[in-house]
C-alpha cells in the first residue's frame, strides 16, 4: 500500500505468486499440463487427503529452474523509473540553460564594448572641424556601414534568443507536465495478509513501514504472534519471504505444513485474494497520511470483514466470528 492516500484514487495490484512482485500476468494461452491442483477435482478426497496430496505432488514437480526469464521490451518502465528519468532530462535542461546564459553574458559584453566604440567614434567626429571631416568621409561612411551591420547582426541576434526561450520554455512546461501526471508515491507500507479458509475469518493484517524492504524475519515474528496453535496448513505464494530459512524454522517450531500455490496463478489461493479485493475496495474508499492512521483504519476493517455475514460460509447467513464460535462448540 502506498504511505499515503486519497479517498476514491485506484489502487495499485501487484502479485507475489511467482516469487517476485509483478504489475500483470500477459495474457495467454494456457498449456495443457497436469498441475497439483488437479487433485482437488477428486471428491472422494477430504480437505486435509487433497491438501497432502497437493503438496506431494507439488515437491515432485519441484527442480531448480535455470532458465533465463527474458526481459520484455515493451514493458513500461515503473513510475519511479520514469521520474527518475524526467528529473535526469530536467537537470540536463537546467544546465543547458545556464551555458546558454553564460553565451549570452559574454555577447553582451562585446556588445556594450562596441556601444562604447561607436559613441567615442561619434564624440571624436563631433570634435573634428568641417575640413577634417570632410578628409575623413570615405571612413565615417566605411564605420556606419560597419555599425549598420553590427546592428543588424545584434538584432538577429535577439530573435533568435526569443526563439530559444519560447522553445525553453515550451520544453520545461512539458517535462512540469509529464512530472505531474505520475503517481505521487513516496513511500509504500507493506501489510501481511493472514486470513483462515474455513472460518473466513481475518486472523490479522500487519502493517509494515519498511514497505518493499521487509524481511522474513519481520513476516515470520508477525506469523508467531497470529497464527493459531491448531493450524495444521498454511498456505502462501512463493515470494522470497516464505523460502527463506527462517520461515522454515518457523514451520518446523509450531509444525505446520507450508504450501506454496501454482506460480503465476494466484486463483490457486482464491480466499485469500478474494479477500485483499475485499481489502483494496474498503480502503479505496479511505483516506489516510501515514502508517498509524492506515493501521486504525485496518483495525477498523477486520472488526467489520469478522462481523458481516460471508457468503462462502458452509451456514449461510453467519459471519466468520459466529461460524467459528459454532465450530468450537461442536
Not at 223 to 236: A, D, H, N
Not at 265 to 273: D, K, L, M, T, V
Request: proline share 5%.
Amino acid at each position: 500500500m502506498p504511505a499515503s492516500h486519497e479517498a476514491e484514487v485506484k489502487l495499485p495490484a501487484v502479485s507475489g505468486s511467482s516469487g517476485r512482485l509483478v504489475i500483470e500476468r500477459p495474457v495467454g494461452v494456457e498449456e495443457q499440463h497436469q498441475y497439483p491442483g488437479c487433485i482437488f477435482a477428486d471428491d472422494n478426497l477430504d480437505y486435509t487427503e487433497a491438501m497432502l496430496g497437493y503438496v506431494t505432488a507439488s515437491l515432485e514437480q519441484e527442480k531448480p529452474s535455470t532458465e533465463t526469464i527474458p526481459l520484455e521490451t515493451s514493458e513500461q518502465p515503473s513510475p519511479k523509473a520514469q521520474k527518475q528519468a524526467l528529473h535526469q532530462a530536467e537537470a540536463e535542461l537546467r544546465h543547458e540553460r545556464r551555458q546558454i546564459r553564460q553565451r549570452r553574458q559574454q555577447e553582451d559584453e562585446a556588445w556594450r564594448a562596441l556601444r562604447h566604440e561607436r559613441r567615442s567614434q561619434q564624440v571624436e567626429r563631433s570634435s573634428q572641424s568641417d575640413v577634417d571631416r570632410i578628409a575623413q568621409r570615405d571612413q565615417h561612411q566605411a564605420q556606419d556601414r560597419h555599425w549598420q551591420q553590427l546592428r543588424l547582426q545584434r538584432q538577429q541576434q535577439q530573435q533568435q534568443r526569443t526563439q530559444e526561450d519560447a522553445q525553453w520554455r515550451e520544453q520545461r512546461q512539458n517535462l512540469r507536465e509529464r512530472l505531474s501526471a505520475l503517481p505521487i508515491v513516496t513511500a509504500w507500507i507493506a501489510i501481511l495478509v493472514i486470513t483462515d479458509n474455513c472460518t473466513r475469518q481475518c486472523l490479522g493484517l500487519p502493517l509494515f513501514v519498511a514497505g518493499p524492504r521487509v524481511t522474513a524475519d519481520m513476516v515470520a515474528q508477525a506469523l508467531r504472534v497470529l497464527l493459531p496453535p491448531e493450524l495444521l496448513f498454511l498456505i502462501s505464494d512463493r515470494g522470497v519471504h516464505f523460502k527463506a530459512h527462517v520461515f522454515r524454522e518457523l514451520m518446523r517450531s509450531e509444525e505446520f505444513i507450508h504450501v506454496l500455490i501454482a506460480r503465476h496463478r494466484p486463483q490457486s489461493n482464491g480466499i485469500a485474494e478474494r479477500f485483499v479485493r475485499s481489502l483494496k475496495e474498503w480502503l479505496a474508499t479511505k483516506s489516510w497520511n501515514n502508517d498509524d492512521e492506515l493501521a486504525e483504519l485496518l483495525a477498523d476493517f477486520i472488526l467489520h470483514y469478522n462481523d458481516r455475514p460471508h457468503q462462502g460460509i458452509a451456514i449461510p447467513g453467519l459471519s466468520p466470528n459466529e461460524f467459528a464460535g459454532r465450530i468450537w462448540l461442536m
